[in-house]
């Protein structure tokens, strides 16, 4: 099996917020929880829990995005 991208999960504590997923996108997250918890052997109840670090690694890989952030904070005055 290939390695997934993602690790285990930190249990932080969360801020709530309600997203509305297509049907398809939670099969797929359902899907991955199982594939991630045979990889390493954690757990995981609850699918949606994957959203989060997913996103982080999503922010943290984007070149575009870590280019117009660096962008910007340069631009902005210092206080």
Same mark, same amino acid.
């Given at each position: 099996m290939s @390695?997934? @991208?993602?690790?285990?999960? /930190?249990? *932080? @504590?969360? /801020?709530? %917020? +309600? /997203?509305?997923?297509? &049907? +398809?996108l939670?099969?797929d997250? /359902? &899907?991955y929880?199982?594939a991630?918890a045979r *990889? %390493?052997?954690?757990?995981? +109840? =609850?699918p949606? @829990?994957l959203?989060v670090?997913?996103? *982080?690694?999503f922010i &943290?890989?984007d070149?575009?995005?870590?280019k117009a952030?660096? $962008?910007?904070q $340069?631009a $902005?005055p =210092? &206080?």
């Amino acid at each position: 099996m290939s @390695k997934l @991208k993602l690790g285990p999960i /930190v249990d *932080e @504590k969360p /801020v709530k %917020t +309600t /997203v509305e997923l297509p &049907a +398809t996108l939670h099969r797929d997250l /359902v &899907a991955y929880a199982d594939a991630l918890a045979r *990889e %390493t052997g954690q757990p995981i +109840t =609850e699918p949606t @829990k994957l959203i989060v670090p997913m996103l *982080e690694r999503f922010i &943290a890989t984007d070149r575009g995005f870590a280019k117009a952030r660096r $962008s910007h904070q $340069s631009a $902005s005055p =210092e &206080a």
